[in-house]
T-cell receptor
Framework: GAGVSQTPSNKVTEKGKYVELRCDPISGHTALYWYRQSLGQGPEFLIYFQGTGAADDSGLPNDRFFAVRPEGSVSTLKIQRTERGDSAVYLC???????????????FGAGSRLTVL | AQTVTQSQPEMSVQEAETVTLSCTYDTSENNYYLFWYKQPPSRQMILVIRQEAYKQQNATENRFSVNFQKAAKSFSLKISDSQLGDTAMYFCAFMNLLIQGAQKLVFGQGTRLTINP
């Protein structure tokens, strides 16, 4: 697609429920990133995929958070047993990447705003 | 671990004025990139400008320029002839160049910039 697409745009759920957030990256972008942005803060790194594999998941806060990218394109961020503290905007970004070639510009989606009541 | 600090939570200027947003960072690395991103109410992070640490010349993109002081670990953004459309949150971000690792962005807390007519 022309840009990074994220769905849903807004999600309201109840504490304890399961949530899935979807990211459709720019076609051909091999790298995909998830960030979390709490109210009034800058985005914080969660996880990075190179192709189908999670190359770095050091930012996932705990084992309730999980992400997949089974075919190396669309990615789903999954949150189990949601808590009120999970409320935030979840941003996805993608980029072309060539190791050793320097920084690659990330293109961000508009994010999914999650509200846990 | 790298940190990025933006000491100005909010700024406000009149249209056509020049405004400078401050950013400092902390790292022990020598090779890295610095970025300024703009986040309007639509939530999408938009790249404004980037600077390679090994380049002494300050980056410029039309009305946007940076003052990169590597020894002081300072990276300020100057917006000339400010326009109403420049109203947004601005985030400073750091990227460490790891040949084998993820190209993760570390963001500051953001500065809310308002351009008044």
């Amino acid at each position: 697609g022309a840009g990074v697409s994220q769905t849903p745009s807004n999600k309201v759920t109840e504490k304890g429920k399961y949530v899935e957030l979807r990211c459709d990256p720019i076609s051909g972008h091999t790298a995909l990133y998830w960030y979390r942005q709490s109210l009034g803060q800058g985005p914080e790194f969660l996880i990075y995929f190179q192709g189908t594999g999670a190359a770095d998941d050091s930012g996932l806060p705990n084992d309730r958070f999980f992400a997949v990218r089974p075919e190396g394109s669309v990615s789903t961020l999954k949150i189990q047993r949601t808590e009120r503290g999970d409320s935030a905007v979840y941003l996805c970004a993608s980029s072309l990447i060539a190791l050793g070639s320097g920084a690659n510009v990330l293109t961000f989606g508009a994010g999914s705003r999650l509200t846990v009541l | 671990a790298q940190t990025v600090t933006q000491s100005q939570p909010e700024m406000s200027v009149q249209e056509a004025e020049t405004v400078t947003l401050s950013c400092t960072y902390d790292t022990s690395e020598n090779n890295y990139y610095l970025f300024w991103y703009k986040q309007p109410p639509s939530r999408q992070m938009i790249l404004v400008i980037r600077q390679e640490a090994y380049k002494q010349q300050n980056a410029t993109e039309n009305r946007f320029s940076v003052n990169f002081q590597k020894a002081a670990k300072s990276f300020s953004l100057k917006i000339s002839d400010s326009q109403l459309g420049d109203t947004a949150m601005y985030f400073c971000a750091f990227m460490n160049l790891l040949i084998q690792g993820a190209q993760k962005l570390v963001f500051g807390q953001g500065t809310r910039l308002t351009i008044n007519p």
